[in-house]
């Protein structure tokens, strides 16, 4: 045995394996010891191999998915090892001493699960396969619960912006590119080709071309190809349901990067944890699928205005009507994971329940369709969706005859074929319980013929039917012309076969047998029929989400007084009454007596005052300011409603928000140097069309070198990068910039002192802050009243002696605009003019020569 496990193990690799025995998985060695850990279950030993005792551990195979689910979740992949064959084939083929044959039947990796009980319900679950062709990227993103796939390309630095926003479970790139993410699996090489992606995608959809799905670049082909190659390796060459890909264009979405998405919050909260995020904040969606498709539309906002336009009509014409909302999320919330039940159906692993779930689901979507088609003045997306709500007929009648109102999730018994589908099973079925209620008169007529009250027919696995009488009343049926044989002596019982109930006990059987027979047979039928028409059932599925998302939306709009977001091309932000979603919610759920409430601000950024330097005490409400209007442009471009009174957004191309080092110490590499290769990335990104908010950018360093950088930064977003930006600060000395930059104008967040008392008003004033509230906020935060004392003390003896020498930005008015970078150009021509000088232009060969033409002319385009 310890042969075919260990050979078993070499094909499951670095996975964990799962090995069959009876009514067991079993763990051994260096997997036993993991396994018995993370699942806090006994580790045992089985024999011995090389000397020493083997570890084991093992779990029930009927309960083995909850253990599944945890190793998984540990960051565990599993092979799982079935017997292929029983016990008595094992004979018949080897003798009595044959092993069963075992062989890896699927891999379990967090990546490529479809079991409903191992897949959160409102979240996406993405493989992700990355490869390098020619310095490109291609990325290939699967969510093979759904069969969802998505291909894109993009340029190496732009990797980890896309991962961010994918989320994804398990990620696979080549063995051989070095500079695949850390925690990627290797796969060979070889399947990262763009004719076997190319191949593979075009035998799955049974086209000859890929033309009709989109424009795919060789790196998206040659990430589709590794992606394909993983999931018929995982599958043992079955493959889970696979959508036509769909080539995801990079302008298409509002690009925010990875740091950019964890400051927001959109899908976790700094936590790790789904509580406190913006999804959380937002999502009213009644299924699990709408759910799913608004954490993708949060993570992928749309840039174009035709797009968002056609979801907010969605979900103000729904906001409208509070009537047919409510009627239509009622419907909705009944509706089972249609999407999912699909995907584990075309996976081979749907259950009847699974098929009740199709045929429930469809059956309700068409029940949408009529109820919504009976409307007026249907929005465009409505009326582009409603025709895929439909459609269904011949499937669902089909269903609605086939089965039984609630089919099981095993199939071993049978039973889920409603009766009048099939009469030879009916017939079947109706000889079972013929010879069932026979076997219930011979219970009656042996008590009869016996005398013995007390005697039972019963079943069980191992002896089927048989009678049972108490030990001490068995003498009679042990004569041997009593027409009873003996079985079994138990403790106190005794049981016996008779004749008369072994036929009928044989007829059961028979008749069952066959009838499970039956039963596999039209369940073979009706998954083929769902595969069949796999995409119009997924479409369906999709349809019901966008309803859904748009339900939900409309619903959290009404619930909050949001707006509906006024949608320009010009580069303005122009909000009022705007609202911390968020902050708002845990404001409103945590005081005392109600809560507190959350103040709304305005903002208004126009191209001729597009850089707002907001100003005031800690504490007072900067950061918060900032990430509202990050929100609401955000969930304005998602398609959706706004918390605000009235809003205003103009398109934004990318998005950024920064947090000086140290508000980042969570994330536990709290570096200036973070802080400072996060604020490159805006300067060297960030366009005309961006909207980027900075916050407290600087002061992960000594105060000099900080103000120096800060007063740099905001100069260049004001003069080069041009963006709409918010810029939150407490270096006071920063407002002398309003001097210099003209599109640059002062906020502060109000504060007052009352009483000896700092009063925090949550309030976005014009105007600089009048002064720093640092030793109010310290006393606020409870700092001893001698140490606060103290400090007032110093800082008085600080103020004066700055004062004196004219401040600690005195003179930094009078720099000119860019000098830093002028005397960067400088240093470049000389380096250049010097190169020029020193070339041997006769030593060079041609190809030489033309390389450093080259070489020169991309020098001479960074000065431009
Ligand atoms: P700062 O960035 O100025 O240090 P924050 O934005 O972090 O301040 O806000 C500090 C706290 O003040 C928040 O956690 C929140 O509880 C409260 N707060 C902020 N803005 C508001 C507001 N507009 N209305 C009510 N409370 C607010």
New binding site residues.
């Given amino acids: 045995m310890m042969t075919q496990y260990l050979a078993l193990k070499a094909e499951a690799g670095d996975c964990m394996l799962f090995y069959r025995m009876g009514d067991f998985f079993e763990l051994f060695f260096d997997d036993a010891k993991q396994a018995a850990q993370i699942l806090d279950i006994a580790l045992t030993s089985r024999g011995e191999h090389l000397g020493v005792p083997i570890p084991m551990c093992g779990v029930p195979v009927h309960s083995a998915e909850g253990y599944l689910a945890r190793l998984i979740k540990a960051g565990c992949r599993v092979a799982i090892a079935e017997q292929i064959e029983s016990p008595e084939q094992a004979k018949t083929r080897g003798g009595s001493k044959a092993l069963v044959a075992r062989d890896i039947v699927r891999f379990v990796t967090a990546g490529t699960l479809t079991e409903e009980a191992l897949l959160e319900p409102r979240r996406a679950n993405l493989l992700v396969a990355l490869c390098a062709v020619r310095g490109q990227i291609g990325i290939a993103a699967c969510d093979i619960s759904t069969g969802r796939m998505e291909l894109e390309e993009c340029s190496a630095d732009r990797v980890g912006a896309a991962l961010a926003r994918l989320g994804a479970s398990e990620v696979v790139a080549p063995e051989d590119w070095t500079d695949a993410p850390l925690d990627a699996i290797a796969r060979p090489a070889r399947d990262f080709a763009s004719d076997k992606g190319e191949a593979g995608l075009k035998e799955i959809h049974g086209v000859g071309t890929l033309d009709g799905f989109g424009l795919f670049t060789r790196a998206m082909l040659a990430a589709a190809g590794g992606l394909v190659a993983y999931l018929h390796h995982v599958g043992r060459g079955k493959l889970p349901l696979l959508l036509p890909p769909v080539a995801r264009a990079r302008e298409a979405h509002l690009a925010m990067d990875e740091a950019t998405r964890a400051s927001l919050e959109i899908l976790v909260a700094s936590g790790g944890t789904r509580r406190g995020s913006l999804v959380e904040a937002v999502d009213r969606c009644v299924t699990g699928a709408g759910a799913r498709q608004l954490a993708d539309d949060l993570s992928a906002p749309l840039t174009d205005r035709k797009g968002i336009e056609e979801r907010l009509a969605l979900v103000a014409w729904l906001h409208d009507d509070a009537l047919l909302r409510g009627d239509l999320r009622a419907v909705l919330r009944g509706l089972p994971d249609l999407g999912r039940a699909l995907g584990r159906i075309v996976a081979g692993r749907g259950s009847p329940r699974d098929l009740g779930q199709l045929r429930d689901g469809l059956s309700e979507a068409r029940r949408i369709h009529d109820h919504l088609a009976k409307t007026a003045d249907r929005p465009d997306l409505l009326e582009a969706l409603l025709p895929y709500l439909t459609g269904h007929g011949a499937l669902t009648d089909l269903y609605a005859r086939a089965l039984v109102p609630s089919p099981p999730t095993e199939r071993g018994q049978g039973g889920y074929i409603a009766e009048g589908y099939d009469a030879a099973l009916d017939e079947l079925r109706r000889i079972s319980g013929d010879a069932r209620r026979a076997i219930a008169a011979l219970e009656a007529k042996y008590r009869d013929q016996t005398g013995i009250a007390a005697l039972k027919v019963r079943h069980n696995g191992v002896l089927g039917y048989f009678i049972e009488v108490p030990a001490g009343r068995a003498d009679a049926l042990m004569a041997p012309d009593s027409g009873f044989t003996h079985r079994q002596t138990m403790a106190g019982a005794v049981r016996f076969n008779a004749l008369a109930l072994h036929e009928e006990a044989s007829r059961i059987a028979e008749a069952g047998g066959h009838a499970l027979a039956a039963e596999e047979s039209h369940f073979e039928d009706l998954v083929a029929r769902a595969v069949a028409a796999r995409h119009a059932i997924a479409a369906t599925a999709q349809a019901l989400a966008r309803i859904d998302v748009a339900a939900g939306q409309a619903e959290r709009a009404a619930e909050g007084g949001w707006c509906r977001p006024a949608i320009v091309d010009e580069a303005v932000l122009d909000i009022e009454g705007g609202?911390?979603p968020v902050?708002e919610a845990?404001?409103a759920a945590g005081g005392r007596g109600g809560g507190?409430?959350?103040?709304?601000?305005d903002c208004h950024l126009i191209p001729q005052d597009r850089l707002w330097l907001v100003g005031?005490?800690?504490?007072?409400?900067?950061?918060?300011?900032l990430r509202q209007n990050a929100l609401i442009v955000l969930l304005a471009q998602a398609g959706g409603f706004v918390p605000a009174a009235r809003a205003t957004v103009g398109l934004v191309d990318r998005l950024f928000s920064r947090v000086g080092a140290s508000d980042n110490l969570a994330r536990g590499r709290s570096t200036f140097m973070v802080e400072m290769v996060e604020t490159a990335a805006i300067l060297a990104q960030a366009s005309e069309r961006s909207f980027v908010i900075l916050?407290e950018v600087g002061r992960g360093t000594s105060t000099y070198d900080g103000l120096a950088l800060a007063w740099a930064v905001v100069e260049a977003v004001h003069g080069s990068n041009r963006c709409r930006c918010l810029f939150?600060t407490h270096y006071h000395e920063l407002t002398r910039l309003a001097q210099s930059c003209e599109a640059l104008s002062l906020h502060h967040?109000r504060a007052r002192e009352w009483k000896g008392e700092l009063v925090?008003l949550?309030?976005v004033a014009d105007g600089p802050a009048d002064r720093s509230y640092g030793l109010a906020v310290a006393k606020l935060a409870g700092v001893p009243a001698p140490v606060v004392a103290r400090a007032r003390a110093v800082l008085d003896r600080l103020e004066k002696t700055r004062a004196e020498s004219g401040g600690l930005a005195a003179g930094l008015g009078d720099l000119p605009l860019f000098a830093a970078a002028m005397e960067h150009q400088e240093e470049v021509v000389d380096a250049l003019r010097e190169r020029l000088f020193a070339l041997d232009i006769d030593a060079l060969t041609p190809r030489e020569a033309i390389d450093l033409l080259y070489e020169l002319k991309r020098e001479a385009q960074s000065l431009s």
């Fill in positions: 609202r911390h902050v845990a404001l507190d409430r959350f103040v709304a601000n005031g005490p800690n504490m007072g409400g900067k950061s918060t300011f916050d939150a967040v925090l949550h309030e």
